[in-house]
């Protein structure tokens, strides 16, 4: 192992990334640490759906041969996670089920899959997800729930749908984690597992290869470890960049002075748990001390779009149709918590799905009144501590309680075609972390990254902040 780096794994990922250029630490070193920590945790932590530590060896020492030769894209070498909903090329496919995808087209690589290899990303793996992506909790009956890592006496919920995403980040197997966000379910494992999650604007990364939940909501984007990571893995896939550094280094110089920052007045914050709530208003005073201008507005709107994403019935409809249309066979064989929650959905052709899907987008016309002269909204990330895993396996009255606790504080985002972002904002009474989430308006993906990078700079890292799971200690 490099002297220059005892822990490969420990720098961000462009201070990594700059490392691997100059030579200072070789793709093989940092992959062959990437595979020792899940040889450590992985039996524990459960984040893989499918491990494969000769697939990604072999590809850094292509990374080493294209490093050496001055080649290699700004992530060459970089170990990465994937969610098993994206196609990945010579590795299966599940999407959480309990059967195998077709291969074709489901074994070749998906967009963004594509982006990130071209990048020199190195793949370590599939990482859980839930049946379809269809839940907030994060549990798969099918293939066994990730382990989140801050309880080391009680299995705890992850946060879904990515579930794997991010305790693969934590266990170090991966230093960036490919999911997908639909209802929050890049947010939603961030908030609980405490790490970074960004919710991208609908259509600014095509969601091609990866399996559909709903063509009106469904994103895509990463789980990182850190704000500045989050900031490079963008400017790396999304095509108006291409390239990382000229983004990273527009949003060096922001300040959190005269950053001002709306709260909207609505019901998440009356549904938070105590100890969620005090976690959040304790961040809002540190960065309001630190020059942030925070006020607070009606924002019922929220609230509204919140209950429509719930009973207006279009993610139910486009992934019934979907799967009728492409995986018939599969409808019969979902778990309860999934194919109970889809049953009786709307035809696409109804016009109850239409009426529906009009108020969506009359919605998304209207977003931009909640901010005003603001530059973002603050809204809880999660409203409740992630309760075991046990409370809600056998339970399908409770797990659909608590999968609507999940999606409450994010899924009006994507019913409203906003961007947002989950940053880590401390640890509840139980030790488990809660996400502050900022919302900016539709497009404006950049700026949100920019305040989310000073707001980090404020309360600190995941790793300042919190701390590291007990799990992994």
């Known amino acids: 192992m490099s002297r220059a780096f005892p822990d490969p794994l420990a720098g961000s990922v462009a201070e990594t990334a700059r490392a691997l250029r100059q030579r200072d630490l070789s793709a093989i070193e940092l992959c062959e640490e990437a595979i020792t920590r899940h040889q450590e945790f992985g039996a524990t932590l459960h984040a893989y759906q499918h491990f494969d530590a000769e697939a990604a060896l072999a590809a850094a020492r292509d990374a080493d041969r294209a490093l050496a030769s001055g080649r290699g894209g700004p992530l060459c070498g970089i170990p990465l996670s994937v969610k098993d909903i994206y196609g990945v090329e010579g590795m299966p496919a599940f999407a959480g089920s309990a059967r195998r995808l077709p291969e074709?087209?489901?074994?070749?690589?998906?967009?963004?899959?594509?982006?990130?290899?071209?990048?020199?990303?190195?793949?370590?793996?599939?990482?859980?997800?839930?049946?379809?992506?269809?839940?907030?909790?994060?549990?798969?009956?099918?293939?066994?729930?990730?382990y989140n890592p801050w309880d080391a006496e009680m299995a705890r919920i992850p946060g879904g749908s990515s579930c794997g995403a991010g305790v693969s980040l934590w266990e170090g197997s991966a230093m960036l984690a490919l999911g997908s966000d639909t209802g929050g379910s890049i947010r939603i494992p961030a908030a609980f597992t405490g790490v970074v999650g960004h919710k991208t604007t609908k259509g600014r990364l095509p969601t091609d290869g990866a399996t559909q939940l709903s063509s009106s909501f469904d994103t895509v984007g990463a789980l990182t470890r850190t704000v500045?990571?989050?900031?490079?893995?963008?400017?790396?896939?999304?095509?108006?960049?291409?390239?990382?550094?000229?983004?990273?280094?527009?949003?060096?110089?922001?300040?959190?002075?005269?950053?001002?920052?709306?709260?909207?007045?609505?019901?998440?914050?009356e549904d938070c748990e105590t100890g969620v709530r005090d976690v959040l208003t304790g961040a809002l005073e540190e960065l309001e001390t630190a020059g942030g201008e925070i006020e607070r507005s009606v924002g019922t709107m929220i609230d509204d779009a919140y209950d429509h994403y719930m009973s207006g019935g279009i993610g139910k409809a486009e992934i019934h149709a979907w799967l009728t249309a492409h995986l018939p066979d599969w409808l019969d064989i979902l778990h309860p918590t999934v194919g109970a929650r889809i049953a009786g959905a709307l035809p696409l052709e109804s016009d109850e799905y239409r009426t529906a899907l009009s108020k969506h987008r009359r919605m998304v016309a209207l977003a931009d009144s909640l901010f005003d002269d603001a530059d973002v909204l603050a809204l809880p990330a999660n409203l409740i501590s992630p309760p075991p895993v046990q409370e809600v396996a056998d339970d399908l009255e409770r797990y659909k309680v608590v999968n609507k606790a999940t999606l409450q504080p994010t899924c009006p985002v994507n019913m409203l075609g906003l961007c947002a972002i989950s940053i880590p904002a401390g640890l509840d009474g139980k030790g488990m972390p809660v996400g502050l989430q900022l919302v900016?308006?539709?497009?404006d993906d950049e700026s949100l990254l920019g305040v989310a990078l000073t707001a980090e700079r404020v309360l600190g890292t995941a790793v300042e902040r919190l701390g590291v799971p007990a799990l992994i200690r």
């Open 440 to 443: 900016a308006r539709a497009g």
């Open 228 to 269: 500045s990571d989050s900031i490079y893995f963008f400017g790396c896939v999304d095509p108006k960049w291409g390239d990382p550094l000229p983004l990273l280094e527009s949003l060096e110089a922001s300040s959190m002075e005269g950053v001002r920052i709306r709260v909207p007045e609505c019901c998440l914050w």
């Open 104 to 146: 074709k087209p489901w074994s070749t690589d998906a967009w963004l899959v594509k982006r990130v290899r071209r990048a020199g990303a190195v793949i370590m793996g599939k990482t859980h997800t839930v049946e379809f992506a269809y839940g907030g909790v994060g549990m798969n009956p099918h293939w066994g729930t990730p």
